[in-house]
């Protein structure tokens, strides 16, 4: 069909927080982060930063390596679970930063799946009649405004950044897809492991739900862990045993980025470990935005070539899982 990804961009705030400076702020030690998650700094947004801003910086790199203007988008999907604010939707701001034209724009809440929802969905509607000709996909997130930084549980795994992937569909039925195969599931029974309980219609701010610390990531860390490895390595399995290329073919992996542990468990499983490409270390968790940084990474080191493969795997909040095999 001649749908091909054209761009991709990243942008990280200034400000690094490193495990020393976790060890000024709560109960914690380089020695047990690096051990348990293999996280060394994070980038932090400043307080007047939104994720809007950042997802627009990550598409202007996006549009400027695509040599693309803004204005010539259909297709503006944002995945975040930190919009700037309910509504209006994030890509809606972020389209009036960039100087988009009009043209269709909404979120995904996906959690970390969510950029591999969001190329999933933009390639769909590329492929169906409706013929979108350019999609902007973008994984922005602003966790440092939900992390409870007095828990010394999740705040030290997490960090701030966006990243963005532009899809162009050429119209030469030569050319093949981006998209050579893709698992996209969800199942909501685990729905209590991770989450922020408060903000939302069932339970809206209150003085008590900001006294009880409820506008904040709670998670079940080793419960997440093995459900994490389990789903990822399972999606990546369908794809390999549907794989109609050699498997040689696959020139990375690119998981997740949340913790150096459950990275390693999965490209253990795969037998792909020396494939497997890993920044958590300089990151954190950056959520939706950790595998297109690691794509970008890729892109502009030039460790990417036409023809490569790219198995990209996530998992996050639902819970939700997603593996997209990417042609490049
Ligand atoms: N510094 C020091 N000690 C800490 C700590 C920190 N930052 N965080 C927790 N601890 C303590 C706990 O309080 C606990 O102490 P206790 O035994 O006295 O109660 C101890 O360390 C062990 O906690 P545990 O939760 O068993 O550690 P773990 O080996 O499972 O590692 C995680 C914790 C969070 C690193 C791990 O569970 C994990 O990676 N989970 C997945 C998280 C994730 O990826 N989430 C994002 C999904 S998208």
Redesign the pocket.
């Known amino acids: 069909m001649g749908i091909r990804i054209i761009g991709t961009g990243r942008y990280t705030p200034e400000r690094l927080l490193t495990n020393a400076d976790l060890e000024k702020m709560?109960?914690?030690?380089d020695e047990?982060?690096v051990s348990?998650?293999g996280i060394k700094e994070r980038h932090i947004a400043r307080p007047d930063e939104t994720t809007s801003d950042m997802a627009a910086k990550a598409a202007e790199a996006a549009l400027e390596i695509a040599g693309i203007n803004a204005d010539t988008l259909d297709l503006i999907i944002v995945s975040t679970v930190t919009p700037d604010m309910p509504f209006p939707n994030t890509a809606t701001i972020v389209q009036k930063k960039i100087g988009a034209a009009p043209c269709v724009c909404f979120d995904i809440e996906a959690?970390?799946s969510g950029l591999l929802y969001g190329l999933n969905t933009a390639y769909g509607m590329m492929a169906s009649p409706l013929k979108y000709k350019r999609a902007l996909v973008i994984g922005a997130e602003k966790l440092s405004s939900i992390v409870d930084w007095t828990d010394?549980?999740?705040c030290?795994?997490f960090g701030d950044a966006a990243a963005a992937v532009i899809l162009e569909n050429d119209g030469d039925p030569e050319t093949p897809d981006f998209y050579a195969d893709g698992v996209v599931s969800a199942n909501g029974n685990y729905g209590d492991i991770?989450q922020m309980p408060a903000g939302g219609s069932a339970m809206p701010a209150s003085h008590e739900s900001v006294d009880n610390h409820l506008h904040f990531i709670k998670?079940g860390?080793?419960k997440?862990?093995q459900l994490?490895v389990h789903s990822m390595v399972e999606a990546c399995r369908t794809l390999i045993e549907r794989a109609t290329i050699p498997l040689e073919k696959i020139r990375w992996v690119i998981p997740?980025q949340?913790?150096w542990?459950?990275i390693s468990a999965v490209a253990a499983r795969l037998d792909m470990p020396e494939r497997v490409y890993q920044n958590v270390e300089r990151y954190g968790?950056t959520?939706s935005a950790s595998i297109g940084i690691c794509l970008d990474e890729l892109n502009r080191s030039g460790q990417l070539e036409k023809g490569d493969y790219v198995l990209t795997v996530s998992?996050?909040?639902g819970l939700t899982w997603s593996a997209l095999l990417i042609r490049w």
């Open positions: 709560v109960d914690t030690s047990w982060i348990r998650t959690a970390c010394r549980s999740t030290v795994l991770l998670m860390g080793p997440t862990f994490a997740h949340a913790n542990r459950i968790n959520s998992f996050g909040a």
